[in-house]
């Protein structure tokens, strides 16, 4: 079983910035496919940014030119550096593990992002 626990959230201003950690424990994710999602109260749980084994990214187009997402393997973890940010950018942002193989694939806890205006 793989463990993914989010850090890095808080209360930010417009503008401001800050950057989120998913660490992950239990296993080596150097082949999966990563991601962050957020959810907002009665809404469904949304792609932000993902990257694969190879590096490649991809990003929601509410946050290209914002947002970047990285992989460090060595230490097992991913994460999103958030610029420039907006107050519908608050959210519960969560990190997933995609499945591959027989790899069930995960997802962390979730850490709440709140940017005010």
């Known amino acids: 079983q793989v463990q993914l626990v989010e850090s890095g959230g808080g209360l930010v201003q417009a503008g401001g910035s800050l950057r989120l950690s998913c660490a992950a424990s239990?296993?080596?994710?150097?082949?999966?496919?990563m991601g962050w999602y957020r959810q907002t109260p009665g809404k469904q749980r949304e792609l932000v940014a993902v990257?694969?084994?190879?590096?490649?990214?991809n990003y929601a187009d509410s946050v290209k030119g914002r947002f970047t997402i990285s992989r460090d393997n060595a230490k097992n973890t991913v994460y999103l550096q958030m610029n420039s940010l907006k107050p519908e950018d608050t959210a519960v942002y969560y990190c997933?593990?995609?499945?591959?193989?027989?790899?069930?694939?995960?997802w962390g806890q979730g850490t709440q992002v709140t940017v005010s205006s």
């Open positions: 239990g296993s080596i994710f150097s082949i999966n496919a």
């Open positions: 997933k593990k995609y499945k591959y193989g027989t790899d069930p694939g995960s």
């Open positions: 990257i694969t084994s190879g590096g490649s990214t």
